[in-house]
C-alpha cells in the first residue's frame, strides 16, 4: 500500500523556526531602525537621538552576535536529531486499522481541552490540543482526519506512560 506523510515531528513549529534566524531578522530590523532615527529623528539638545542610535546600535550588534553564535558555534541540530528519532531502531512501527476512536472534552481555566485516542492492533494512542491552552493548537483536533476503520502507519517510541507518536501516515 501507498501511504502518505500526515503529520510528523518535523512539522512542529521547533523544528521549523530556526533560533540563528530570529537573531539575524531582528538585527536587520534594528539596523534599519539605527539608520531611519539617524537620518529622519531630528536633534533637539536633548539626548533622546544619540540614546536612541546607541540602544539601536548596541541591539543591532547584540543579535549579529547572536546568529553568528548560534550558526557557527553552536549549531541547531534538531532536525538531525528528530530524523534519527524516527529512523531509530529504538521506534516501533505498527500498521493497522483504527478501533476505538474518542474524542474527549474537559474543562480547565484555560478553556475546554480535547483530546482525541485510538487503538491500532491493541496499543493505545492519545493527542490533545492543550498547549499554551488553547492558544494554538497543534494537534489538529476536530478536523476528522483520523476515524475509526481507516488504515494507518505509525512511527511511535513506547515509554511507561505512553505512546510518543513520531509519524503518522494515511494511505493514499
Same mark, same amino acid.
Given at each position: 500500500?501507498?501511504?502518505?506523510?500526515?503529520?510528523?515531528?518535523?512539522? &512542529?513549529?521547533?523544528?521549523?523556526?530556526?533560533?540563528?534566524?530570529?537573531?539575524?531578522?531582528?538585527?536587520?530590523?534594528?539596523?534599519?531602525?539605527?539608520?531611519?532615527?539617524?537620518?529622519?529623528?531630528?536633534?533637539?539638545?536633548?539626548?533622546?537621538?544619540?540614546?536612541?542610535?546607541?540602544?539601536?546600535?548596541?541591539?543591532?550588534?547584540?543579535?549579529?552576535?547572536?546568529?553568528?553564535?548560534? &550558526?557557527?558555534?553552536?549549531?541547531?541540530?534538531?532536525?538531525?536529531?528528530?530524523?534519527?528519532?524516527?529512523?531509530?531502531?529504538?521506534?516501533?512501527? =505498527?500498521?493497522?486499522?483504527?478501533?476505538?476512536?474518542?474524542?474527549?472534552?474537559?474543562?480547565?481555566?484555560?478553556?475546554?481541552?480535547?483530546?482525541?485516542?485510538?487503538?491500532?492492533?491493541?496499543?493505545?494512542?492519545?493527542?490533545?490540543?492543550?498547549?499554551?491552552?488553547?492558544?494554538?493548537?497543534?494537534?489538529?483536533?476536530?478536523?476528522?482526519?483520523?476515524?475509526?476503520?481507516?488504515?494507518?502507519?505509525?512511527?511511535?517510541?513506547?515509554?511507561? =506512560?505512553?505512546?510518543?507518536?513520531?509519524?503518522?501516515?494515511?494511505?493514499?
Amino acid at each position: 500500500m501507498n501511504y502518505s506523510t500526515y503529520w510528523s515531528i518535523l512539522d &512542529t513549529p521547533s523544528h521549523q523556526i530556526q533560533s540563528n534566524i530570529i537573531f539575524l531578522f531582528v538585527s536587520i530590523v534594528s539596523r534599519l531602525s539605527y539608520f531611519l532615527i539617524k537620518r529622519f529623528k531630528k536633534d533637539n539638545n536633548e539626548g533622546d537621538k544619540p540614546l536612541l542610535l546607541r540602544g539601536t546600535g548596541f541591539f543591532a550588534c547584540l543579535c549579529l552576535i547572536g546568529f553568528v553564535v548560534l &550558526t557557527f558555534i553552536y549549531e541547531d541540530k534538531s532536525v538531525e536529531y528528530a530524523t534519527k528519532t524516527i529512523s531509530s531502531p529504538n521506534t516501533h512501527l =505498527i500498521e493497522g486499522v483504527v478501533s476505538n476512536f474518542k474524542r474527549n472534552y474537559r474543562n480547565t481555566r484555560g478553556g475546554t481541552v480535547s483530546s482525541e485516542s485510538f487503538e491500532i492492533n491493541g496499543i493505545t494512542f492519545e493527542y490533545c490540543d492543550e498547549l499554551f491552552a488553547k492558544f494554538n493548537s497543534f494537534s489538529k483536533t476536530y478536523n476528522n482526519s483520523i476515524y475509526n476503520g481507516q488504515r494507518l502507519r505509525i512511527r511511535y517510541k513506547p515509554n511507561s =506512560i505512553e505512546n510518543r507518536i513520531l509519524m503518522i501516515e494515511i494511505v493514499r
